[in-house]
């Protein structure tokens, strides 16, 4: 099975996989089109979770969901926005800081 593309069970409803790597799950189309568009995988992101030194900021508009800065195991402060899914954390997006970004986990952390 591909699971890049949506698949149609009993021919109406699109099946949409959703990954379960530790605490994490995520959307596998949703990580194949963030990887593409910002270079940074759900895996890494979920892997950079686990800094110590990670900062956790309230999303404004989306007041469910929370903003992480926290180091990748590749050298990068990404920007992972995540939400509460049950017992697992369901990561929406990633993308790298920007510079504004790095400086607020450097100066936290």
Do not use: C
Not at 79 to 92: A, F, L, M, P, S
């Amino acid at each position: 099975m591909d699971l890049s593309t949506p698949e149609k069970i009993d021919g109406t409803m699109p099946f949409v996989a959703t990954v379960i790597f530790g605490d994490f799950e995520w959307d596998s189309e949703k990580a194949s089109s963030n990887r593409k568009k910002h270079q940074v995988s759900f895996a890494e992101a979920a892997e950079a979770m686990r800094d110590p030194l990670s900062v956790d900021f309230e999303d404004i508009e989306h007041p469910e969901n929370t903003v992480t800065l926290a180091m990748s195991p590749r050298d990068r402060i990404l920007y992972v926005v995540t939400t509460e899914r049950g017992d697992r954390v369901r990561i929406i997006s990633a993308r790298v800081s920007t510079s504004h970004e790095r400086h607020l986990y450097e100066e936290d952390a």
